[in-house]
Structures are given as C-alpha cells and as structure tokens.
C-alpha cells in the first residue's frame, strides 16, 4: 500500500466523517467557539514545526525508513511528503474528535477545588523518565535508542502542559480520555496495518524487541500516545476557563493574556 493510500484510506476517511459530523453538530446547534478553531489550527503549525526536525534526524540515521516505490518520491529533507501531510492530518483528526467530545462532555461538574500536587508530582515523574531517557543515549545503548528519542523530544512539552494544569486536565478528565485512548487504539491499528503492507519500516536494531499484536513495535505504540497526548492536552487547556483564570495570574503573560482574550471562550 502506497503511504498516501495509508493516508486517504485510514486518516482521509475518518477525517471527511468527523467533518460531517462537525457540520450535522453545526447545524443542530453544538457549535464550537473561535477559539476552539484557532487553537486546533495553532497545534497543526506546532506539530509541524515541532516534529519536523526531529522526524527528519530519524529517517537520517535510519531509525525507520519508507519504501521509495510506495510513496510519490518528493521529500523535503529527508522526510517525504506524505510525512508531512500525516502531521497535518493526524492533529486535525484528532483535534476534530476531541471537540467531537468537547461539546458533549463540557464542561465538567466543578468539585471545591483544584489538586495542586499534581503539577509537582507531573514535574517530577517526567523529569525522572527524562534524564532515564538521556542517559539511554549517552550509554549508546542502541535497542533503546528509538524509543529514548521518542521520549527525549515528547516529554519536555507534555511535562510543561502538566505542570501548567494536571489538576485542570484531571478535572476534565472524562474529555481527556475520550480524546486519547479511541484515537491512540485506532492508529496504532493502522501503523500496524502499514508496517506489516512495507510502507514504512523500524529499524529492527533500534528497537527493544517487544510488539503489541506480533506486529508493532512498542516504541510505536508510545509515539501515537504522546502524539494525540499532546493535541489532548494542548487544546483541553488552551479551552479550559480555570486555565485562563490562571493564565491571567501569571505576570507579564496574565496582562498580556487579559489584553488578547478579556473573556474565556469556551468550546
């Protein structure tokens, strides 16, 4: 299967589904705020400026490879340009589910306060999985190597969410999980499907040996977590009004946050 076909076939169909049902919501009256569209279209600009360097030191240094006869040919760097279309497309299709959810699940009931000690925990167990991840690398310690590169490049941006509202995330943690888990399942099902078809390949020595189905690496299977972890989370915050009461806190950013948005949108 060529890698454009992974695409139409398994990001294109489901993403024209989420469409149609964002358009029935329209019409039905559960619409999304500007802000909820604003943000999604900010994570597909984040998630190309923020993988594409890294992507591109993978296929370099022969992480994972793609089969040059299944896909057009036209590369920009090392990285063809399916690679790109799949950052594009895999945020807006997860963005689209999580607002899916958000107008039906938001917002939550609001218990007497927030739990604090989540943040500093958050911080503390992702700066632990941080230096582990380092320190794979500086050991050169190469069938860990994938999966400390995934982890290396993943959790400084999520560990920052965290830290920034776990209590918040946890408040809306029903949003959270339904934006995460059938999203994650569902993809790790089709990069099954496109490492088995030879669409694209992971480097056999890079790998700690462990796979999900016989077939996915489960290297894998924590890329596609972290990757619709950070669109969850991102926009979950960027949504939530206590994030923007907080947000206003924060000196020098709070006086320019109240300037740029003097009410809290909500999706």
């Known amino acids: 299967m060529t890698y454009f076909g992974v695409l139409v076939v398994f990001i294109g169909i489901p993403l024209a ?3 149609a049902v964002t358009a029935y919501d329209v019409r039905c009256g559960r619409t999304s705020s500007r802000l909820a569209w ?6 597909v600009v984040i998630a190309l400026v923020y993988t ?3 992507d591109n030191y993978l296929v370099a240094t022969r992480v994972w490879w793609y089969d040059p006869a299944l896909v057009t040919g036209i590369t920009l760097g090392w990285v063809p340009i399916e690679e790109y279309t799949f950052f594009v497309v895999q ?3 997860s963005g689209l589910w999580l607002l899916f959810w958000m107008r039906r699940l938001w917002p939550p009931a609001r218990p007497a306060a927030l739990h604090g000690w989540l943040r500093w925990a958050s911080i503390g167990v992702f700066s632990v999985l941080w230096l582990a991840s380092l320190g794979v690398l500086v050991a050169g310690w190469m069938p860990g190597w994938y999966l400390a590169l995934i982890l ?3 959790l400084p941006p999520i560990g920052l969410q965290l830290a920034f509202g776990a209590d918040i995330l946890w408040r809306h943690w029903r949003v959270v999980l339904m934006g995460i888990a059938p999203a994650t399942l569902y993809l790790w099902l089709v990069d ?4 088995g078809s030879g669409t694209w390949t992971i480097n ?4 700690v040996g462990f796979y999900l189905g016989g077939v996915l690496p489960v290297e894998e299977a924590i890329f596609f977590l972290v990757t619709n972890a950070l669109v969850v989370l991102g926009m979950t915050l960027a949504l939530a009004a206590d994030s923007h009461v907080r947000m206003r806190e924060l000196p020098v950013i709070g006086e320019l946050f109240a300037r740029l948005l003097p009410n809290a949108w909500v999706t």
């Open 17 to 19: 589904v989420l469409a």
């Open 38 to 43: 604003a943000v999604l279209l900010a994570h």
């Open 52 to 54: 594409t360097p890294w």
């Open 91 to 93: 945020t807006l299709a």
């Open 152 to 154: 290396i490049w993943a």
């Open 192 to 195: 099954a499907i496109a490492i």
């Open 204 to 207: 056999p020595d890079r790998i």
